[in-house]
């Protein structure tokens, strides 16, 4: 880890045997690009900044864990391209941020910075600090995530009516929480509080700016205590030194730390803190034991609750979830093997009540299965769809391609110039995966190991000729299923092998003249 961990989080650490872990804080960026290469794993805080030059470094780096909330210290597409987790720790420290967020309320309110600095200094001047209360003002919150639905519930204990802004958030929820759901356009020019809450994304850049803060109630606060760049701050300084606004109260900034000429500093409006929202010890500790338990879990695979690079979300826990997508990966590296030229679209549709809100994660896996085999960058869950689509393979949902009634049951047609095949498999007891069809033909096969995949003329003799040759060189088979389309018609073996086929022994195969196709896949 680059930045502090508490003691808690390190004691965590230690109880894991199989996770060997260093603690390099206050790395420059160039200690940094040389220390990287050796580690499957970087949990950072928000002092270190994870560049797409830090992730190339780390050619062993699977997953970046960030100890709190806000991932722009992270090139989170760069780290997505090369299929590295970024995992955050939402809800560990959103108490601390949202009692922080009322605390600058009240002290920019109450002008308690101010009358604490002139109290010091030997000044005895209480009517120079007279104060608002919030009883009976409006709160705007823009962004009612984790955080935003605490400093509500928080507001209303005070005697605060509370408008929120965010498009995401249901009409039911605001009214559980004694809230009301408007337009920003609205809550701007009604809040005498202004508070932020939202995500920093490309369209939340500068949200509050010149236009934004012209919108706002003449005499209203700012506060802000979620992302720096969610703020034009030479506007918002513009409107505190006009009067437009009375007063804002600052925990984040643009660049951390704040240069000397930042507009804000030297204001008397302003009540600013160095990025105290997650910094109790409470919140500290918990961030920190959060987030190496993630990170480990991530490490052996077995969940990847957090990861903000997730291209698919589902219900559950991941363990519930990965026998499905190990079923589809399967799936995938089969459609690769026995395609006769590179697929260029794959057709998904799933069967069953288990099965029925994971496609886009059903679709991962199949990309993952298909691109493994070829692939010379690792492809794991995370990179599998944008390395799809630079390939130029097209992905949808479908209903009606395949034959079958099974519960649960996931089917992939695959194309490429000149061909396509229909797959599909399903779990029997929920663990073990079977292919059930293959094109036209039903079967039930269990998919490892080494198989050979076969079709030929359903005439009497094939099964003891394809045996007799698989003996002759010493191949043994471990279980041989068979479906046809129709008595004498054509038939598909999807046979396990215990030993991978010479290529003699391939070219003897053909040559029986009831063998029309056959390849050999590793599963």
Known sequence: MS??????????????????????????????????????ALIVRSGTQVTADVLAAGQKLRVVGRAGVGVDNIDVNAATMRGVVVMNTPGANSIATAELAIGLMLAVSRNIPQSHASLGAGEWRRGDFVGNQLYRKVLGIIGFGRVGKLVAERARAFGMDVLVYDPSTLEETARDLGVMLVEMDELLAKSDYVTLHAALTPTTTKLINADTLAQMKDGAVLINAARGKLVDE?????????????????????KEPPPADNPLLS??????????????????????IQIVGQVVSALRGADFTYAVNMPF????????????????????????GLADKPVCRIEVEVQGEAVAGLVRAIGAGLLKGLLEPDSDVPVNYINAPLLAHQRGIETSQTVGIHTLDYPNLIACRAMWDGGERLLAGVLFAGSQPRIVQVDEYALEARPEGVVLVMQNRDVPGVIGQVGTLLAAYEVNIGEWRLGRNKPGGEALSFINLDSEPTEPMLRALHEIKAVTQAKVVKL
Not at 12 to 23: H, M, Y
Not at 234 to 254: I, M, T
Not at 328 to 333: D, F, H, N, Q, V
């Open 267 to 288: 204001l008397p409006n302003v009540v600013h803190v160095p990025h105290l929202g997650a910094s109790t010890y409470e919140a500290e500790r918990d961030v920190g």
């Open 313 to 336: 979300d589902f219900e559950g826990d991941f363990a519930s979830v990965r026998p499905y997508l190990e079923l589809a990966e399967t799936l995938g590296r089969l459609h690769t």
């Open 234 to 254: 030479e506007a918002l300084a513009e409107a505190l030194r006009s009067g437009k606004l009375k007063a804002a109260a600052v925990d984040v900034y643009a």
């Open 3 to 40: 930045d502090k961990l508490g003691a808690a989080a390190l004691e965590r650490l230690k109880e894991f045997a199989d996770i060997a872990f260093d603690v390099k804080t206050g790395m420059s960026r160039e200690e940094l690009l040389a220390t990287i290469p050796d580690y499957d």
